[in-house]
């Protein structure tokens, strides 16, 4: 009698454990419905990919560290303590929530080495909300990781 | 029955529903493309942009182009930016570009380049006022 309902409460406490363990990994995607996270690879590996090619067709992890305050139509995720990778979304055709800094995104498409232009940086600081004296100080276009045209992203 | 297999019977079923509400919520990863508050001029280019793409299509066809967009709500929809018209720049651009499209249904001449022309129209105002969507307008253009 004692084994039984030992046993009984043993298998009732793994399936609320269980229960527990997936509602806190619930997911959301954007763009791309069939991205997985099959492959997805570090920040810190996706710079050592950098340094061998000139692009790369990648799944990589972030935290998000800025949203576009305006649509949520650019994002930057940190790609280690100091390096961090601007992301746009193919054709426009997907956004990110304005709340999500602070969240971890895996995003698919090429990624690669890019010069942002200074009115692109300019066009940038406007929808972060930034001060005018923020914005006229920009006169250099700046070297940044960037996936330009991310097909999907997970966000957790 | 004795009371511990009435016990456990009820722990497997109430185990069974927990492992299949589980499943269900392992799939339940949803797919959403536009999760912030869309202002009107922004729904607005989007229709727009389905219109283009159609009109290119029926160009490439050889069709008579049709537009549905109200192209006045350009100047009447609220943008995301609230202060955007406040310089004028965005209404002078929108007029060109209403202009672009008269020109494109009414010349009989070659509509490719009229179409192109418009889609020009777009890339230039975008430049100035909201660079995002310019690549994808750039996939407008017909070759």
Same mark, same amino acid.
């Given at each position: 009698?004692?084994?039984? &309902? ?19 990994? &619930?997911?959301? +995607? ?9 492959? &997805? ?9 950098? /340094? +061998? ?16 305050? +305006? ?12 390096? /961090? ?72 | ?143």
């Amino acid at each position: 009698m004692k084994r039984i &309902v030992l046993l009984s409460v043993v298998l009732f406490a793994i399936s609320c454990t269980n229960s527990q363990k997936t509602e806190e990994g &619930v997911s959301q +995607k954007y763009g791309d419905q069939n991205i997985t996270e099959e492959g &997805v690879i570090t920040g810190e590996e996706l710079m050592a990919l950098l /340094e +061998k090619k000139d692009s790369a067709q990648v799944k990589v992890a972030g935290k998000i560290n800025a949203v576009c305050q +305006k649509k949520g139509c650019w994002m930057y995720i940190d790609l280690d303590e100091s390096n /961090e990778m601007l992301v746009r979304f193919m054709d426009y055709g997907f956004f990110m929530p304005l709340d999500a800094s602070g969240s971890t995104a895996i995003v698919e498409g090429i990624a690669k080495v890019d010069t942002l232009s200074v009115a692109w940086l300019k066009h940038q600081l406007e929808d972060a909300n930034s001060s005018q004296e923020e914005i006229d100080a920009v006169t250099e276009p700046e070297i940044s990781y960037s996936i330009e045209e991310a097909t999907g992203v997970i966000l957790k | 029955m004795k009371l511990s297999l009435k016990i456990l019977g009820g722990c497997i079923i109430a185990s069974s529903f927990l492992a299949c509400h589980n499943k269900a919520e392992e799939e339940s990863c949803e797919v959403i493309n536009f999760p912030n508050k869309d202002s009107e001029l922004a729904l607005l280019m989007r229709e727009l942009s389905e219109d283009t793409e159609n009109v290119k299509s029926q160009i490439q066809k050889g069709k008579t182009p049709v537009f549905f967009t109200e192209f006045e709500s350009l100047h009447t929809a609220i943008p995301t930016d609230t202060d955007v018209r406040g310089d004028g720049k965005y209404t002078a651009f929108a007029d060109v570009f209403i202009k672009s499209v008269e020109n494109l249904l009414l010349t009989e001449d070659d509509k490719v380049d009229a179409y192109n022309f418009m889609v020009k129209k777009c890339v230039d105002c975008h430049k100035q006022i909201c660079p995002g969507p310019i690549k994808r307008i750039r996939k407008l253009h017909i070759k």
